[in-house]
Nanobody, 128 residues
Framework: QVQLVESGGGLVQAGGSLRLSCAAS????????VGWFRQSPGYEREFVAV????????YYADSVKGRFAISRDNAKNTFYLQMNSLKPEDTAVYYC?????????????????????WGQGTQVTVSS
């Protein structure tokens, strides 16, 4: 049974940075596609970023493109979300997710239904 554990959330001022981590136990990610979603109160969980573990192909939501960067560390079986130039509208609970579903285009992994393993979530609050 795979378990994903996020860390790195917190409170930051607008314009600041945070790095979220997602560590896995129970399986290695070598054949996975992994990503980040976020959810604000009253809103649906939305796609943020995704990376194909093998090859490192990435895709981002338009709202975070150029500000956020997803990466992975093979040795640590951990992946990250570097968030820069944070805005109050980035405030949400951030969830990491993983899947072994294979799709030809990295940009097609934008639905919650594509992922079968989830972390518990970590709160990110950006003050204005």
């Amino acid at each position: 049974q795979v378990q994903l554990v996020e860390s790195g959330g917190g409170l930051v001022q607008a314009g600041g940075s945070l790095r979220l981590s997602c560590a896995a136990s129970g399986r290695t990610f070598s054949t996975d596609t992994v990503g980040w979603f976020r959810q604000s109160p009253g809103y649906e969980r939305e796609f943020v970023a995704v990376i194909r573990w093998s090859g490192g192909f990435t895709y981002y939501a338009d709202s975070v493109k150029g500000r956020f960067a997803i990466s992975r560390d093979n040795a640590k079986n951990t992946f990250y979300l570097q968030m820069n130039s944070l805005k109050p509208e980035d405030t949400a609970v951030y969830y990491c997710a993983a899947t072994r579903k294979v799709k030809p285009w990295i940009g097609s992994y934008s639905s919650r239904a594509d992922f079968d393993a989830w972390g518990q979530g970590t709160q990110v609050t950006v003050s204005s």
